[in-house]
């Protein structure tokens, strides 16, 4: 089945992303949150893993067992660090035989240390080899690739990181994930690019509530997104008061998702940071998904 599927209703195709905890109480506590995600009727839910895949074995952990409990599509994500063809299909054998249909293909980015990326002898140096192999040799699998509506870092122009972005729709992707961003404008002129490059898969928005403004900036930091002035005007308002800054951030997401679905976005992809509390209210806010 094509990821792109679960974007062809007449409703809104919504999916989590998940982590897997470092501690059997992390991991307790994941899902409990998962059975409240559930009860907003995702299409799928993904979890990615450590980097040079460290945590690969507790990824296909996670995601067999959410398929177990909620009986819902997942995918595991998938990159090139540190991994040989040869073990990247073994994985993909392990995945599939776990009940594990869909793959998140990532180039990844480079381990702990180290700052650029180096292909693994016989392993792939792009994103796009990883889909075309998947296709390959695991034809039947669902994969989503991700998207960058402000560039990714390393690229050195949007027009080279949208090339980019073709080849491995080209390859066989079903589906684009962007990054997280805060500022939709730069999602429509990314969407638009894409559709002038003859990109015609479904383009599905990530978005990160905020609840921590220290976290976020760490986060934006790192994967070159930006915060709008007057968000982080109010979050910086909210002091050091916690549950006043999840307030602003749950404001401002309700009204960057209700902005989004306006302009016919075929789905949502919400990274939870492995918790529920502030996508539900946001999605509770719009009146989404609940069952």
Do not use: W
């Amino acid at each position: 089945m094509s990821l792109a599927d679960y974007y062809l209703a007449d409703h809104l195709g919504l999916s989590f992303e998940l982590f897997p905890p470092k501690t059997p109480a992390g991991e307790r506590a994941l899902f409990r949150h998962v059975e409240r995600l559930v009860e907003f009727n995702p299409a799928y839910i993904t979890c990615t893993y450590g980097a040079g895949g460290s945590t690969q074995n507790k990824t296909l952990d996670i995601v067999a067992r959410v398929r177990e409990t909620s009986g819902l599509p997942v995918a595991t994500h998938l990159t090139c660090v540190n991994r040989t063809a040869d073990q990247l299909a073994e994985y993909l054998s392990e995945a599939r035989a776990r009940g594990v249909d869909n793959v998140v293909a990532l180039r990844g980015d480079p381990p702990k240390g180290e700052s650029t990326f180096t292909a693994t002898q016989g392993g792939f140096r792009y994103a796009n080899e990883l889909v075309e192999f998947i296709r390959e040799r695991f034809a039947d699998m669902g994969v989503a690739v991700a998207g960058y509506p402000e560039k990714h870092v390393e690229a050195p122009s949007l027009d080279i990181d949208l090339e980019n972005l073709r080849r491995k729709v080209d390859a066989g992707a079903d589906v684009v994930i962007t990054q997280l961003f805060y500022d939709n404008a730069d999602f429509f002129a990314f969407r638009d690019h894409c559709t002038a490059l003859g990109i015609t898969v479904p383009i599905v928005p990530g978005l990160l509530p905020v609840t921590n403004f220290a976290q976020i900036q760490r986060i934006t930091s790192l994967c070159g997104a930006k915060l709008p002035e007057d968000f982080v005007s109010a979050l910086q308002s909210a002091g050091e008061d916690e549950a006043a800054q999840f307030d602003v951030g749950v404001e401002f997401a309700t009204r960057q998702l209700e902005d989004l679905i306006k302009a016919d976005v075929p789905g949502i992809h919400l990274y939870v940071l492995n918790k529920s509390e502030a996508a539900s209210r946001v999605l509770e806010n719009l009146g989404l998904g609940v069952k």
